[in-house]
Structures are given as structure tokens and as C-alpha cells.
């Protein structure tokens, strides 16, 4: 169900405004009666709300983001059990933008984001996922979206979003055989096959490598045309070159984009860490074109 502005939630949250939803969830803003702060609600979304399945998957992606606390994942204070029935995750309010918001704004503008800046943004969120990793849990679905670029007046930084697909390695599965988990252009090669069992931290890998391409070129590596040809190019496609799409690149950053978008995950960057580095490396080089 659908809240509106001034509904008091079990005596203590009072909904402010609704700020996005997904495919499964709905967040709201709200004010805590008891601290006079603002939280963000994460309720799941019309259809979904009473679904054990998916209550399930939101209490799971809860302990993930609480798992992970002392990191850059977005904070989580509390999974609590509306009258209604409903779970709903309580999170610290951000304020700020998405990075896919962050990107489209730069390129209305004429620009693009500068590689020290995209690595600046990147280094807190590769320290989380390796801790992530570390844990066993795997992101799966890490996009530009689930990347949240705070205001500096609100204390800046960069925080990971939406666990909601988390795969947490040791724990029974809660994707169906057969059903492909994700936004299309980051899934992995191997989650094309529909086998959750198979997939481990390196789908994460190749996300990251599409969301750094996307960044420094404005475009995503698989072409347009729609969900049958990004699966055709995820799985069997030729890798685009980034440096021909920005050309004041090195050459070397090529090399990388193909380790990063490996179709066998053996054949990719083995860590977020090990593929950090590399780009930092990279994007060091000293650029000699005056284009």
C-alpha cells in the first residue's frame, strides 16, 4: 500500500514525502517522532508487501547493509514490522544525487566526469564491496543508480545502494532457477544462464567494469537494440574500445575494459581490488594526446 504525506507509522515515523521505488520497493521520507531526525522508509512495493518471498529477500538485504556498517554502504538503524504487517527497513536519509543522475547532468552540460573524479568516487565503493566480498555476499545489481553521491553540505562522500538483490554465498537462494537477476546492461555473462548457484563476487566485477566504461564514455559497452542483443553481446560479444570513444584515454585502457568484461569470469579481474588498481595505474599514465 501506498502512503501519504503526514501517516504516522507505529507512533514514531511520520511520512514526509515518497523519494523513489523500484521494481519491488518504495522509499519514503520520513521524520523519527523520538530523535526529530529524518530516516528513509524501504517498504516493499504495491503487490509484493505480504509476499514471504520477497519479506524475505528485505530482511536479507537489511542484514547485508547491517553487516557491512563502518563502510560506505548505505547505514541501516533498524528492519521493523509495520501494524499493517508490512516489514519496512529504517536507513539514514541521504541527500544528494545517483550517480547515473550525477553523469546525465555532466553530459547535458557539455562534460564529462574527469578520471580522477570517477576514481575519487569508486574508492569507497570498491572498499565496500570487498568487504561485501569478504563476507560472502555479493552485490548483484551494483549500476550507476545504486550509487549515491552526498551533498557536501549534508557531509559528502559516496554511498552503496540497494542490497535488495544480495547474494549472500552461504545462505539458501531466493532467485529461482531459470530467472535472471539485475538491470540488464551490468549483468555478468555467467547470470545470463538463470543458475544462481554458479555466481560468485566477479559478477560484481564486470558491473563495475560496464559502470566505469559508461562513465568515462557516455555510452554502455552492449549495443542498443534491445534485451535479446545485450544478453547476445554479454555472452558472446565483441568488447568495444573505450579509447575511441575518448580519446584523450591511453591505449592501455582498452586492455583493461576487455580483463574487466570477460565473458569467462576466470578470464576477469579476480578481485574489485586487483581491478581498481589497474585503472589507477592507467588512468596515471600521463596523457600525450592534445585531443
Known sequence: MAYEPGTVIQERYRILAKIGSGAHGVVYRAR??????????????AGFGFDPQYNRRLEREAQAMASLRGTHAVHVHNI????????????????????????????????????DRLLMLLRPVVD???????????????????????????????????????????????TDDGMVAGSPSYIAPEAWAGNPRILDHRIDVFALGVIVFRALSGHLPAPRGGLINTM??????????????????PPTIDFWVEKALAIAPEDRFQSVRSQLNALEAILATPVTSPF
Open 32 to 45: 523519527d517522532l523520538e530523535t526529530r531526525g529524518e530516516v528513509a522508509l524501504k517498504f516493499l512495493g
Open 232 to 249: 547476445q553481446w554479454a555472452t558472446k560479444g565483441d568488447r568495444p574500445s573505450l579509447q575511441a570513444l575518448r580519446r584523450a584515454l
Open 80 to 115: 521493523r514490522h509495520a501494524d499493517d504487517g508490512l516489514t519496512y527497513i529504517v536507513m539514514e536519509m541521504l541527500h544528494g544525487q545517483n550517480l547515473e543522475d550525477y553523469l546525465a547532468q555532466a553530459e547535458q552540460l557539455g562534460g564529462q566526469i574527469k578520471p
Open 128 to 174: 565496500t564491496l570487498e568487504a561485501a566480498h569478504a563476507q560472502g555476499i555479493v552485490h548483484r545489481d551494483l549500476k550507476p543508480a545504486n550509487i549515491f553521491v552526498v551533498d557536501k553540505q549534508h557531509g559528502g562522500g559516496v554511498r552503496l545502494l540497494d542490497f535488495g538483490l544480495a547474494k549472500v554465498l552461504k545462505a539458501s537462494a531466493l
